[in-house]
């Protein structure tokens, strides 16, 4: 069973850092391109970056709101994707899920869901 | 302002057939597929359909997708209770770099 598990949301004021972390099982995570997804509160759903498989060549793609500030990366050591979350401005606040993606052309979608982990930026 | 275009409420009686629209460009619908999400409330979104009109394992046979151009629809048929929740429409967009886009989700009351 593929299991998503995100941490490291909190409460932090702007300007500040934070780093999500999400713990992937089920599935080899090594071979998998992974993103991020954030959900305002009150919301809909917007997309902020990923980052592909090694074998792909790892690279990494961002949102124009939070390119710059946000570093996705990946340790597939440890079955583990990070989001590191600098400068962070008050409508950074959200629930951020990790997803895991499936991109074989045409077809392309996020799949797996993490529960989500809420990060609020407030002074 | 989300990049794709869907009605913030749609709704329906048990039993009904509700359908939900998502409006995009050729950019991201025009030349991509189509995947529909579910939020139930309080919980993260799950992949409903893919690929345009393909359902993942488990997903009854009563949710449906189609595409036509730059616009796709997502169709619940013999509404249930259980179906109440917030809907999205995502599609890869080609333009800059390429990202992912959605729709602003559609908040589904079953009367």
């Known amino acids: 069973e593929v299991q998503l598990v995100e941490s490291g949301g909190g409460l932090v004021k702007p300007g500040g850092s934070l780093r999500l972390s999400c713990a992937a099982s089920?599935?080899?995570?090594?071979?998998?391109?992974m993103s991020w997804v954030r959900q305002a509160p009150g919301k809909g759903l917007e997309w902020v970056g990923r980052?592909?498989?090694?074998?792909?060549?790892?690279?990494?793609d961002y949102a124009a709101p939070v390119k710059g500030r946000f570093t996705i990366s990946r340790d597939d050591s440890k079955n583990t994707l990070y989001l590191q979350m600098n400068s962070l401005k008050t409508e950074d606040t959200a629930v951020y899920y990790c997803?895991?993606?499936?991109?074989?052309?045409?077809?392309?979608?996020?799949?797996?869901w993490g529960q989500g982990t809420l990060v609020t930026v407030s002074s | 302002q989300s990049v794709l275009t869907q009605p913030p409420s749609a709704s329906g009686t048990p039993g009904q057939r509700v359908t939900i629209s998502c409006s995009g460009s050729?950019?991201?619908?025009?030349?991509?597929?189509v995947n529909w999400y579910q939020q139930l409330p309080g919980t993260a979104p799950k992949l409903l359909i893919y690929?345009?009109?393909q359902r993942p394992s488990g997903v009854p046979d009563r949710f449906s997708g189609s595409k036509s151009g730059t616009s796709a629809s997502l169709a619940i048929s013999g509404l249930q209770s259980e179906d109440e929740a917030d809907y999205y429409c995502?599609?890869?967009?080609?333009?800059?770099?390429?990202?992912?886009?959605f729709g602003g989700g559609t908040k589904l009351t079953v009367l």
């Open positions: 997803t895991t993606e499936l991109s074989v052309w045409p077809i392309a979608y996020l799949d797996y």
């Open positions: 050729s950019s991201n619908i025009g030349s991509n597929t």
């Open positions: 980052i592909k498989s090694k074998t792909d060549g790892g690279t990494t």
């Open positions: 690929s345009n009109n």
């Open positions: 995502a599609a890869w967009d080609d333009s800059l770099n390429g990202f992912w886009v």
């Open positions: 089920g599935f080899t995570f090594s071979n998998a391109w």
